[in-house]
Structures are given as C-alpha cells and as structure tokens.
C-alpha cells in the first residue's frame, strides 16, 4: 500500500511539474482578493493579524521583538534589510503578528521549531495563543514527538547537567533561584528528562537557536501561561518550515527560514536560498478542489523569501 502511495505521489509530481511548465503565469492578487472554496465550516488557521510599526530613534528590532511578542529572527526575518540595532526614525517595520498554526493535535501545547513559536489550545475552546520561544541551538537540537508537562515548579532551582557542564566548567553543580538562575522563575518539566519549558534571565535569547535544548519563553509569557497548564497538559513538538491553512475561504502558505538559514540571519541578516521539500505536492493536496486556482507566482516568491508572513495563494476566481 505504501509503496501504491509513493508511485501516486511521484505521478503527481510529474504530472504536476509539466503542468507549471506549460501554463502562463497567473496575475498577483491582492490579500483581500484571493478567494477560493467557502470553507465557513471550518475553524480559521490564522492566529492573529499583521501589524506595523513606524520605528523611534531609539527603536531597536530586540525591543520590538519583546514588546510585540514576536522572536528576534521571525521579526528580522519579516524586514530583510533594516539593521537590527537601529532600522532608524521613521522606518516603517512589519510586525508579523499573524500566524498560521503547524500541523498537529489542536490540544494543550504545540510547538513548531522552524518558526519558534509555541501554540496553546484553551482545553474548554477560546482563542488559540501564540508565544514566541528560544530552541536548541546547532550542537543541542530539541527534540520533535509527543510527551507531556510532568511537573511545574516557581522559582526553580537549576541542577546543571553534566554535559553542559564539560562544556562550561566554571558553572556550579547547582544554581538556586534568583535573578543569576537561566531557567527564570517559572518551569514545566517534560516527560523528556532535562528538558523544560521556562523563563529566562536572557529574554534576548528567546526567537534564536542559542539554548542547551530546552525552550525559552519570555518571563512575561511563561508567567501568564504557567497557571493555565496542569500536570499532564499534553506537549507536541514538530519541524514545520511551510505552514498551509485556510481563513475566511482563502489558502495561505507562511514559509519560515529553516534552521541552518536560521543561524545565516544571525550572523549575516541573510540567507541562502534552498527548496522546500514536496512543495508542489503540498500546495495541491491543500488545495484540494481549487488547485487550478493556485497562484504559483506567489508560492516561489513566498518559498523565495521566507519572511515568516502568511500569504494568501489563490487567485481571483
């Protein structure tokens, strides 16, 4: 059956490629204007809506990321080419305060590493929150799957693993709470051992790849969530660099710089360009009925520069 599938999938993609080589290219639409099937039965996909900012002089894009709940690298990410120091008085910044939710069970936590954001469903319904997060970097990724908050604890004490300390030896076995103590003042342990959701006494690490492997939240953030979560709120940790999702009868895609373009805007506030895997095939299967309706103009320019926006990629009917 499996291998049914693959054959299928592979048809489609052939079938689907010379189909793009061959059609002309469909006009860009406005975000009010792509309409496609009446999807009014269906939840939104879409947390939040896009704002903007017109930069102080003494505006930084660190401030803004904090004060607008967004990550340091989605928000650089969203304003290619404004120095994230000083993007200057009058300097019109995109707050990309919109986002689509990743795949996944739409209960307790669900975090996507490749937008650094983390995803609270009310168990009673209500609206979905988005927080920003610090992951993993490079040498200590987090891990992906499914697990569950075990334990909570305020003001934590951090018993620094071994690993961390071969690599720091001037850190102590243990550091007690307080304001020298990396873990904030609020933690929820995970049924995977040594890794924690909690605050930070670097609010500036969180939308970066800078941790040992746990998830960093703002203390702000963790302070209004911590008391919303019992002990077996369920935890679900994906990889998502292309969300697709409908809102008000519209498809929209939300691509995200992956991990190792990450670390380029980091060090260099660019990135090299790289596919997305199985794009063709994920636009269409999402799609569904109106896949003749794709405008895949957009779709490349959205893969193109990941700025982390979701786009509406249907054309007018």
């Given at each position: ?155 934590p004490t951090w018993y620094v693993p071994k690993s961390i300390r071969e690599e720091n030896p001037e850190l102590p076995a243990i550091v007690p709470p307080g304001p020298d103590n990396p873990l ?134």
């Amino acid at each position: 059956m499996a291998k049914h599938n693959e054959q299928g999938r592979r048809q489609f993609f052939v079938a689907m490629s010379a189909a793009l080589a061959t059609a002309a290219i469909t006009p860009r639409v406005g975000w009010a204007k792509a309409v496609g099937p009446k999807k009014t039965t269906s939840p939104s996909a879409l947390v939040g809506e896009i704002r903007h900012h017109t930069a102080l002089h003494e505006d930084t894009l660190l401030d803004l990321a904090r004060d607008n709940n967004l990550g340091y690298v989605e928000l650089v990410a969203a304003n290619p080419g404004d120095h994230p120091w000083i993007p200057g008085a009058g300097r019109r910044i995109v707050l990309p305060t919109a986002h689509l939710l990743p795949a996944g069970p739409r209960e307790g936590l669900l975090l996507n590493l490749t937008d650094q954001r983390l995803y609270y469903f009310p168990p009673h319904g209500g609206p979905v929150r988005s927080y920003p997060i610090g992951t993993g970097q490079e040498a200590w990724d987090t891990p992906t799957g499914t697990t569950k908050i075990v334990r909570k604890k305020r003001n934590p004490t951090w018993y620094v693993p071994k690993s961390i300390r071969e690599e720091n030896p001037e850190l102590p076995a243990i550091v007690p709470p307080g304001p020298d103590n990396p873990l904030g003042k609020h933690a929820l342990y995970l049924g995977w051992r040594s890794y924690l959701i909690h605050g930070t006494n670097n609010p500036w690490g969180v939308g970066r790849r800078v941790s040992h492997g746990c998830i960093r939240m703002y203390p702000e953030a963790i302070a209004e969530l911590f008391p919303k979560l019992p002990i077996g709120t369920p935890v679900t940790v994906v990889k998502q660099e292309m969300k697709l999702g409908w809102h008000n009868g519209t498809l929209f895609l939300e691509v995200h710089p992956n991990p190792a373009q990450q670390l380029e805007i980091e060090e260099k506030r660019e990135f090299s360009p790289e596919p997305v895997p199985e794009l063709i095939y994920r636009v269409a299967d999402a799609a569904g009925h109106a896949r003749q309706d794709i405008d895949w103009d957009r779709v490349n320019d959205a893969v193109a520069k990941r700025s982390g926006l979701p786009i509406p990629i249907l054309a007018t009917s």
